[in-house]
């Protein structure tokens, strides 16, 4: 078999393109919301994404909602201190923002920084601290999508990658 340069920067362009499509969809979060897991640890952890520029936000798609859903905003300072918080009103109470979930679709855009910021988001709802030691009667569980978002170069939130990648 010959090897020629076609072939070679076929295969590169091949590599590159695969490298560059794994990237782009890790960045959308898929998964599953629940009153159960948010009351077992004061708030599901969902994900951690690093932030830059006045237009980064996170879209979201649920199949249903639910009762007071919400998603929380954690700065990475702040998550520091709240993930290691044993009351969870208080630790709730940290959250830089939070956004009711009543709609199936919807975003949220972050506050701009000057540098890039690390982002936490937790999702909580009604029965979160609720610590009755008793099941939680009717929980919540929902199917969700989120994308990511930093703005591109003309400032429009369209930009998956996240900060981290390019050295938050």
Known sequence: ??????????????????CILQQVSAKTVRG??????AAETYGQYITKFCFH?????????????????QLLFYLDEQWNVASTVSNCWEKLKLAKVS?????????QTLAHFIHPRIW?????????????????KDPITL?????????????NPTDHFSD???GC
């Open 99 to 107: 956004h009711e979930l009543q709609d199936l679709t919807g975003n």
């Open 120 to 136: 936490h988001i937790v999702y909580a709802d009604t029965f979160t601290c609720q610590n009755t030691g008793l099941p939680i």
């Open 143 to 155: 199917s969700y999508q989120l994308k990511l978002l930093n703005p591109d170069s003309l400032g």
């Open 32 to 37: 599953t919301l629940s009153s159960v897991k």
């Open 53 to 69: 520029g006045e237009n980064a936000s996170v879209a979201y798609e649920l199949n249903s909602t639910g009762k007071d859903g």
């Open 164 to 166: 981290e990648e390019t």
């Open 1 to 18: 078999m010959k090897f020629d340069m076609r072939t070679g920067v076929a295969c590169l362009v091949l590599v590159i393109t695969v």
